[in-house]
Nanobody, 122 residues
Framework: QVQLVESGGGLVQAGGSLRLSCAAS????????RAWFRQAPGKEREFVAA????????DYADSVKGRFTISRDNAKITVYLQMNSLKPEDTAVYYC???????????????WGQGTQVTVSS
């Protein structure tokens, strides 16, 4: 069974940090690029960050550049999103996704996780 499971969400004050994790099981996710998206209440889902299969290429939304870092473990199974200097506007449900690097950046994925809530208080 194909699964992407997110964890690490929670409530944090503005300026704080959180690290999200996305564990993969099932098919050969180690050969897929991975990405994080988010959806705030009343807004469309938006791209946050992506990382290639090798980890050698990354891409970020302008709104998170310099604050968020995407990485993956050596086994290329778990992907992380380190979020620093969090702002109230970062509040959203964060989703992990897998697919092709360029299409992930364009907002399309083959597989999606269920999401984890991140709430940043002012």
């Amino acid at each position: 069974q194909v699964q992407l499971v997110e964890s690490g969400g929670g409530l944090v004050q503005a300026g704080g940090s959180l690290r999200l994790s996305c564990a993969a099981s099932g098919r050969t996710f180690s050969s897929r690029a991975r990405a994080w998206f988010r959806q705030a209440p009343g807004k469309e889902r938006e791209f946050v960050a992506a990382i290639s299969w090798s980890g050698g290429s990354t891409d970020y939304a302008d709104s998170v550049k310099g604050r968020f870092t995407i990485s993956r473990d050596n086994a290329k199974i778990t992907v992380y999103l380190q979020m620093n200097s969090l702002k109230p506007e970062d509040t959203a449900v964060y989703y992990c996704a897998a697919g092709e690097f360029r299409t992930l950046v364009a907002g399309q994925a083959y597989y999606w996780g269920q999401g984890t809530q991140v709430t940043v208080s002012s």
